[in-house]
């Protein structure tokens, strides 16, 4: 890997994060109205794969629940930018960590805490 700052993530540490937001997001699905269960993201070897396509599952489960179209969108790019960040993830993991694919891997996960702060936003205060 290219040098990079010594103070930026290690590709281990924005894999956990990445975990944390897989669960944030299962979080936040079960707190709609009509909650979406995800299962545990595995620990394993191609857990990554499974928690993808829970994500991709409950994508399709939101777009049938009666709920305002603003949160629909919302949920909907959240777990999009969760997507897009297992497929960096994937390909840091598989082809090579430089420090483009890290920094945009870094990008994704910040896109992803500030979507999932105004979801929660949206879910407690409805009105705003």
């Given at each position: 890997m290219a040098e990079h700052d010594n103070d930026f993530p290690s590709l281990g540490e924005?894999?956990?994060?990445?975990?944390?937001?897989?669960?944030?997001?299962?979080?936040?699905l079960g707190d709609l109205p009509i909650p979406i269960g995800l299962p545990p993201m595995p620990e394993r070897e191609g857990g990554g794969r499974e928690a993808a396509q829970a994500l991709e599952r409950a994508?399709?489960?939101?777009?049938?629940?009666?709920f305002d179209p603003e949160t629909k969108s919302m949920f909907h790019t959240l777990l999009l930018e969760w997507l897009t960040a297992q497929d960096q993830m994937a390909l840091a993991a598989s082809v090579?960590?430089?420090?483009?694919?890290?920094?945009?891997?870094?990008?994704?996960?910040?896109?992803?805490?500030?979507?999932a702060s105004m979801v929660e936003h949206r879910l407690t205060d409805p009105d705003s």
């Open positions: 924005l894999a956990e994060t990445l975990v944390g937001a897989y669960n944030l997001i299962g979080k936040l994508r399709l489960a939101l777009l049938d629940l009666p090579s960590a430089d420090d483009h694919r890290l920094y945009a891997l870094f990008a994704t996960l910040t896109r992803i805490s500030m979507i």
